[in-house]
């Protein structure tokens, strides 16, 4: 299967600690996007990026929160001294843009996070 | 900003119903999306449309993009217990960003 893939998939931490999660995109797709999910909530945006340039971020990512995407194929996402109010699910998104046309976005399996 | 708000919130029938999502907001998209998700998962796509007053289907699903582009609609007929999910609208906006809006989804449960 040549899916959006995420690690881990659960993460459970003490208020204060940083975690890092990484994204793998669909083969060949230039774009990534972060998403975070809080219960009962759909799916906001925090970041994206086009290969490996980080081209917007939501005001949403407050300056504890980086993004990476090196090389333009896998991303990291660090949250650093964590607060309760980090807990939700943090998704994943991959799509292959040409000029002015986008394919659609394919979702991973998210990675849920708890801070205790 | 760009919202969308889906109706109703929650929806609990029988098996074999039928049933209406809406989707609806205040401002063009160049396209809207469909997604189910389950607990625990990413979402799914299940449709994509693009044009004013597009209509799709799949199956048993039949999706609406309402003509001025700010709308939408997804019917299910004879609803199964396996369509038991969070369905998500989805607008792909303006600008070159792409980053996509999503309402706060229909949370759908069918009893057998």
């Known amino acids: 299967d040549t899916g959006v893939s995420q690690n881990p998939r659960h993460k459970i931490t003490k208020r204060g600690q940083n975690v890092t999660f990484r994204c793998d995109p669909i083969?060949?797709?230039?774009?990534l996007y972060w998403y975070r999910q809080t219960l009962g909530q759909g799916p906001e945006f925090l970041t994206y990026?086009?290969?490996?340039?980080?081209?917007?971020k939501s005001r949403l990512l407050s300056d504890r929160f980086s993004a990476e995407r090196p090389k333009g194929s896998f991303s990291t996402l660090e949250i650093q001294r964590t607060e309760q109010g980090d807990s939700a699910m943090y998704l994943c998104a991959s799509s292959r843009t040409s000029g002015r046309h986008q394919e659609t976005q394919y979702f991973g399996p998210g990675t849920r996070l708890l801070v205790l | 900003t760009q919202l969308l708000e889906q109706s109703p919130q929650f929806l609990s029938i029988q098996e074999g119903e039928n049933l209406t999502v809406y989707c609806n907001s205040s401002s063009v998209f160049s396209s809207l999306q469909w997604y189910r998700q389950e607990p625990g998962e990413g979402p799914v796509l299940l449709v994509t449309v693009v044009t004013g007053g597009e209509v799709k289907k799949l199956k048993r699903l039949t999706f609406q993009f309402g003509d001025a582009r700010k709308d939408s609609s997804l019917h299910i007929t004879a609803a199964q217990p396996g369509d038991t999910g969070l369905y998500l609208c989805a607008g792909d906006g303006s600008g070159s960003n792409y980053k996509l809006t999503f309402g706060k989804g229909t949370l759908l449960t069918v009893n057998p």
């Open positions: 990026f086009q290969n490996e340039a980080q081209l917007e």
């Open positions: 083969s060949e797709h230039n774009r």
